[in-house]
């Protein structure tokens, strides 16, 4: 028998099996039938006990989305924090969690910048052109995946090739001094699948600066964001149980920011070059009749981050930071029997920094994971995980996650618990240029919850759920005494996330989601910065014709707790506000397709975060073109 792909190739394949995803929620008949990030392998979806939003490229496509952050905004239980127009500083907030307790991987790569002070992912680097599937995992989930993992895991799997060569290139431009380039080619030829894509997307025009904090005098920068992408993606089945791939990718991104002195805001712009290179090798190969399979990989990522600052009162006028890790991993699947699967894995890791700081710390881990299916309806997954961090020493944690239907009234029952943990960066065990690292710091620490249903209703037709959350978090690193880093702070953040799905007809899908956070530090009880209580959205998508789309989303972002640009203000409140999108697209044939939006429809002035101002109201055209790459067609 031909070996399994590894699990992050899995479920892009598994994609031509399924039709398109009209929403992201997670419901018993709405997601794809296979979810990887949950379980670390492909799991059938009504399997899965953890909150899981899919947002499949269809989605993307059909909403015309630009960006990643655009992708992510309307997920239950995050809030996405952007200072500014497109490739501004994005910060995400899973579940009332701090943004840097958020672990992102593609393709099977860990990509959370070890030279960023926060350890955080850079999320406006990654192009949507190639995004196959975004898998959003929500609780903790150190238990599977280790540091970082402390409110979910963002896993973006990107397109694979399959059948004829497919060559893809879209134009698009439109308001703000935007236009978008991308092109492509994939497809398989015998053992060999292959996919390459270039994309190019430019921002510009765009104050980001309120009007009134501008110092009398001054005028208003524009800010300006460029950024140019390539991957690809190779594999091969050398044998009938040896396949091996590659893949590899690279994007830079160059931007013009708003940038603030002692003199007030605006005087001057600053800029920022980045560039970003991750690749990864592996082979998975099946042995004892497809008994046991096995997965080998080898990774590297490099970022080098440049920022000029030319205020003649700024601290650092030149700074350069790079960020490298490398790691080498083997995931094991033992099919013990028809009800039991276990999974094991190894993985080395080494993290270095350099600029303001030169250092380096290695990671060894050990994960093992027990899939269970107990009876007819219940199902179960235990994992537990041990961390060995060559400065703070070992970290344990582990998850549990069962589920039992009632497939006579077609309920989902669900529930979760595990612990996390995020280590302390690099940055901030060893950067000694304003003298508030600390080496002794420890690891950030929680413990969470969730109990949720989803029951289905009229043959399926309107599906609805609701899950409660809680996670409490310890030894949060912050300003102590003599402005020096320790773990000193506590966070419970808590609330629910509910949804209802209607399906009146085939072609057409409405979805509303609605989550209430209640975010707190535990030493003043204050509401933690920049999460919302309330935040909702409603998204519908009508295919009216064999060749014409319609789509709409309603965001509905809440009051929130801010401070102001400076934190002159350290905390105040920050308007809630509505975002409208429309989008519309037209098979013209050949495979032609015409296809336009319109951006914050109301024209709504709102800042998140305060002090940073989101476009207004943005038109956009473009044409798309898929066809064979020898037949033309």
Do not use: C
Not at 99 to 122: L, M, Q, R, W, Y
Not at 256 to 262: A, S
């Amino acid at each position: 028998m031909k070996p399994t792909f590894p699990h992050y190739l899995l479920a892009t394949a598994s994609l031509v099996l399924l039709a398109p995803a009209a929403s992201a929620q997670e419901s018993i008949a709405q997601l794809s039938p296979v979810i990887v990030t949950a379980n670390r392998t492909p799991t059938a979806a009504d399997k899965v006990a953890s909150s899981v939003t899919v947002i499949t490229a269809e989605e993307i496509k059909t909403r015309q989305l630009q960006t990643l952050p655009d992708v992510l905004n309307s997920v239950p239980g995050l809030q996405v924090v952007q200072a500014g127009g497109p490739g501004a500083q994005t910060s995400v907030f899973m579940r009332g969690a701090n943004s840097n307790h958020t672990k992102v991987i593609i393709d099977g790569i860990e990509v959370n910048d070890p030279g960023s002070p926060s350890g955080a992912f850079t999320f406006t680097q990654i192009p949507v052109e190639d995004i196959a599937r975004v898998e959003v995992l929500r609780g903790p989930q150190s238990g599977l995946y280790g540091s970082d993992a402390i409110g979910g895991v963002i896993s973006i799997i990107t397109k694979t090739g399959k059948g004829k060569p497919r060559v893809t290139a879209s134009v698009e431009g439109g308001s703000h001094s935007t236009h978008r380039e991308s092109a492509g080619i994939s497809g398989s030829e015998g053992k060999i699948n292959y996919a390459f894509n270039f994309s190019n997307f430019h921002s510009g025009d765009t104050k980001a600066t309120p009007r009134n904090l501008v110092v009398a005098g001054n005028a208003r920068n524009e800010d300006r964001f460029d950024n140019t992408a390539f991957s690809t993606k190779l594999g091969a089945h050398v044998t009938e149980t040896l396949a091996i791939g590659i893949i590899g990718r690279y994007a830079e991104t160059d931007a013009d920011f708003t940038q603030d002195d002692f003199i007030g805001v605006e005087p001057f712009a600053s800029n920022t070059q980045e560039q970003y290179v991750y690749t990864r090798a592996f082979a998975d190969l099946s042995t004892f009749g497809g008994k046991l399979d096995h997965t080998f990989g080898v990774s590297y990522g490099e970022s080098r981050r440049t920022t000029v600052d030319p205020s003649p009162l700024t601290f650092t006028p030149f700074a350069f930071f790079t960020g490298e890790r490398t790691g080498a991993d083997w995931q094991g699947k033992w099919y013990a029997s028809e009800s039991q699967t276990v999974v094991l894995g190894l993985e080395h890791e080494n993290e270095s920094v350099g600029g303001g700081v030169e250092a380096n710390v290695s990671t060894n881990s050990g994960v093992v994971e027990l899939q269970s299916q107990i009876t007819d309806n219940l199902f179960n997954a235990l994992s537990i995980r041990h961390d060995d961090h060559g400065t703070f020493g070992g970290e344990t944690t582990w998850r549990i996650a069962p589920s039992y239907h009632i497939p006579e009234t077609g309920t989902k029952l669900k529930a979760t618990y595990g612990t996390g943990f995020k280590a302390p960066t690099l940055s901030q065990l060893f950067d000694t240029t304003f003298g508030s690292n600390n080496p002794n710091l420890e690891a950030e620490e929680s413990k969470g919850f969730d109990l949720g249903f989803e029951q289905a209703v009229l043959g399926d037709k309107v599906t609805f759920g609701s899950t409660y959350f809680q996670n409490d978090i310890e030894n949060l690193i912050t300003f102590g005494p003599g402005f020096v880093l320790a773990n000193i702070n506590k966070a419970e953040t808590r609330g629910f996330e509910s949804f209802v799905r209607y399906q009146p007809i085939n072609t057409l899908t409405l979805q509303a989601d609605h989550t209430f956070t209640i975010a707190q530090d535990e030493t003043t009880t204050f509401q933690l910065l920049r999460r919302p209580k309330h935040k909702a959205s409603l998204t519908g998508t009508w295919n009216a014709t064999d060749a014409a789309t319609l789509s709409a989303t309603a965001l509905y972002i809440g009051e929130f707790t801010d401070g102001s640009r400076d934190f002159s203000v350290p905390r105040l409140k920050a308007d809630d506000y509505v975002l409208l999108n429309l989008a519309a697209s037209y098979k013209l044939g050949s495979g032609i397709t015409a296809f336009g939006r319109v951006d914050n429809v109301l024209n709504d002035t709102y800042e998140n975060p305060v002090g940073f101002e989101h476009p207004g109201i943005g038109f956009f055209l473009g044409l798309r073109a898929e066809f064979d790459a020898f037949s033309g067609k």
